[in-house]
């Protein structure tokens, strides 16, 4: 069964430093992988999104992630954090063809130090 | 275009009370979803349909029931709800075809006491 790991529960961070959250899955063939980031008392809004090609994936809001096969791994990146990237964000799997599901992550709530 | 709406935003029932939850959508999407959101779990999958008048289940969906009369309306019930349901409540809707992402409501909290 596919899974998705997301390591950090909580992660605080200066405002203007860098930042990466972890992704881990678990799937046994290609993986379509998102990054979901839902703001205090909002829904869910798509930062990026990989199926195939280029592992360098650019998103809104300044956010990129990389894929690494390898590793198994989809990691959020963004080179300067600002106050308002304070939110919870998630990592989703999409499931496969005939379901149509999204299976997400527990998600990493990110607080940001003015 | 509103996207996706929910009504209503907050309620709270009573052990044993019932209650539907409206999601709307008016991007003509064919694939509908309910999922709930509780602290440290992300997002679980309730029940969801690929088209009117189709509907399946999901990872957790006792004690819900779901309906879709009308391509643009999904609606989630309680027959007799539980304290255990106290919980955030997301619809979501996506295109056919392979972009495979979701686009989500805002949300209904639901406190059942």
């Known amino acids: 069964a596919q899974s998705v790991t997301q390591p950090d529960i909580h992660i605080t961070v200066s405002e203007g430093a860098s930042l990466e959250l972890r992704c881990n899955y678990s799937?046994?063939?290609?993986?379509?992988l998102f990054w979901y980031v839902q703001s205090p008392g909002q829904g869910l809004q798509l930062l990026l999104k990989?199926?195939?090609?280029?592992?360098l994936v650019q998103g809104i809001k300044g956010f990129e992630a990389e894929f690494k096969r390898s590793q198994s791994s989809f990691n959020l990146r963004k080179p300067s954090v600002h106050w308002s990237d304070a939110a919870e964000y998630f990592c989703v799997l999409y499931s496969g063809a005939g379901s149509y599901q999204l299976t997400f992550g527990k998600g990493t709530k990110l607080s940001v130090i003015p | 275009n509103a996207g996706v709406t929910q009504t209503p935003k907050f309620r709270v029932l009573k052990t044993g009370q019932s209650m539907t939850l409206l999601c709307a959508q008016d991007m003509n999407h064919e694939y509908m979803y309910w999922y709930r959101q509780d602290p440290g779990m992300g997002l679980r999958l309730i029940h969801y349909s690929v088209g009117e008048g189709t509907t399946a289940k999901g990872e957790v969906p006792d004690g819900y029931n779901v309906s879709r009369l009308k391509k643009q309306n999904f609606l989630l019930g309680l027959e007799s709800a539980a304290p255990s349901q106290t919980s955030v409540y997301f619809c979501?809707?996506?295109?056919?075809?392979?972009?495979?992402?979701?686009?989500f409501g805002p949300g209904t909290r639901l406190t059942v006491t």
């Open positions: 979501a809707s996506r295109p056919p075809g392979q972009s495979y992402e979701q686009y």
């Open positions: 799937y046994g063939a290609t993986p379509y």
């Open positions: 990989y199926f195939s090609g280029d592992t």
